[in-house]
């Protein structure tokens, strides 16, 4: 049996399905196993792998409460907000102190429909879509993390609600040039909703940069069953053709899929090019 150095090894006897793992220990000695890439999940589901361009890598497991992962999936989201072309952001919240209860998001949430109900009823507004933010605790408050909002005046962790905007063509008026503040700030009140807030956007690359910096805010952390982000109009993720799916680790897909003779038995990534 013919061993190679890049040890251990996942060796295949074609056209035999049954494929040996050769151990370190039966050589007598014991190797260091490959380092996890920085960024890598640490809970990964399967492998993904390209067969024309044989590449096979670690699936991530897809969770906004892993970092890694949900930075991968704010990027995405965020090139998906960028194919919206909005116009204007509109940051809205309660208009008292309230934290990113079940609640407080409860509340939130209605009063936001009823506000882009109106706005959409007026035709100020073509489509949107949202982003939800709990801002950073601060050191200062003293209140017990029992309520539903902050009491000593500290007023963090506050919860808010950033909503992209793209408005209809109007005549007379240069899209995204015109909107009827007052009369906003007026409907908000009556929806239950504080002070609005709004920022102009530059299209192409204000939306992606507003959309990553709120949900990277809350990366790493379960915030149950809540929507993260909306969109009101359909816009599909990108995705690259050739790609599939495949439940077992990168070496049995890059033996048994792609040709391999010799793969590390916990590597990370196998490319046809780079394989000795």
Same mark, same amino acid.
């Given at each position: 049996?013919?061993?190679?150095?890049?040890?251990?090894?996942?060796?295949?006897?074609?056209?035999?399905?049954?494929?040996?793992?050769?151990?370190?220990?039966?050589?007598?000695?014991?190797?260091?196993?490959?380092?996890? *890439?920085?960024?890598?999940?640490?809970?990964?589901?399967?492998?993904?792998?390209?067969?024309?361009?044989?590449?096979?890598?670690?699936?991530?497991?897809?969770?906004?409460?892993? /970092?890694?992962? $949900?930075?991968?999936?704010?990027?995405?989201?965020?090139?998906?907000?960028?194919?919206?072309?909005?116009?204007?952001?509109?940051?809205?919240?309660? *208009?008292?102190?309230?934290?990113?209860?079940?609640?407080?998001?409860?509340?939130?949430?209605?009063?936001?429909?009823?506000?882009?109900?109106?706005?959409?009823?007026?035709?100020?507004?073509?489509?949107? $879509?949202?982003?939800?933010?709990?801002?950073?605790?601060?050191?200062?408050?003293?209140?017990?993390?029992?309520?539903?909002?902050?009491?000593?005046?500290?007023?963090?962790?506050?919860?808010?609600?950033?909503?992209?905007?793209?408005?209809?063509?109007?005549?007379?008026?240069?899209? $995204?040039?015109?909107?009827?503040?007052?009369?906003?700030?007026?409907?908000?009140?009556?929806?239950?909703?504080?002070?609005?807030?709004? /920022?102009?956007?530059?299209?192409?690359?204000?939306?992606?940069?507003?959309?990553?910096?709120?949900?990277?805010?809350?990366?790493?952390?379960?915030?149950?069953?809540?929507?993260?982000?909306?969109?009101?109009?359909?816009? *599909?993720?990108?995705?690259?053709?050739?790609?599939?799916?495949?439940?077992?680790?990168?070496?049995?897909?890059?033996?048994?899929?792609?040709?391999?003779?010799?793969?590390?038995?916990?590597?990370?990534?196998?490319?046809?090019?780079?394989?000795?």
């Amino acid at each position: 049996m013919e061993h190679c150095d890049n040890a251990p090894i996942a060796y295949a006897w074609l056209p035999e399905r049954v494929r040996l793992v050769a151990c370190d220990f039966f050589y007598g000695r014991e190797l260091e196993k490959p380092r996890r *890439p920085k960024g890598a999940c640490d809970n990964p589901r399967g492998t993904v792998y390209h067969a024309k361009r044989r590449v096979a890598m670690q699936a991530g497991c897809r969770q906004w409460k892993c /970092r890694p992962c $949900g930075k991968r999936k704010a990027a995405k989201v965020a090139e998906r907000f960028s194919r919206l072309e909005p116009d204007f952001l509109m940051t809205v919240s309660l *208009p008292r102190s309230a934290w990113a209860t079940c609640e407080n998001t409860r509340e939130l949430q209605m009063g936001c429909r009823s506000l882009l109900r109106y706005m959409r009823r007026h035709r100020l507004i073509e489509a949107y $879509g949202w982003v939800r933010e709990a801002g950073a605790p601060r050191a200062q408050c003293v209140c017990a993390p029992t309520l539903q909002g902050c009491i000593c005046g500290a007023n963090g962790s506050q919860l808010h609600r950033h909503v992209l905007l793209r408005m209809p063509p109007r005549n007379g008026f240069q899209r $995204g040039r015109w909107l009827p503040y007052a009369k906003l700030q007026a409907a908000a009140k009556r929806c239950g909703l504080g002070t609005l807030d709004f /920022r102009r956007v530059h299209r192409g690359i204000g939306a992606p940069r507003y959309v990553t910096k709120y949900l990277g805010k809350s990366l790493g952390e379960a915030l149950g069953r809540a929507r993260r982000y909306a969109l009101s109009v359909s816009i *599909p993720e990108t995705k690259e053709a050739g790609w599939a799916w495949d439940p077992r680790r990168v070496a049995l897909v890059a033996v048994d899929r792609l040709g391999a003779h010799c793969v590390d038995w916990d590597a990370f990534y196998w490319e046809a090019a780079a394989s000795p």
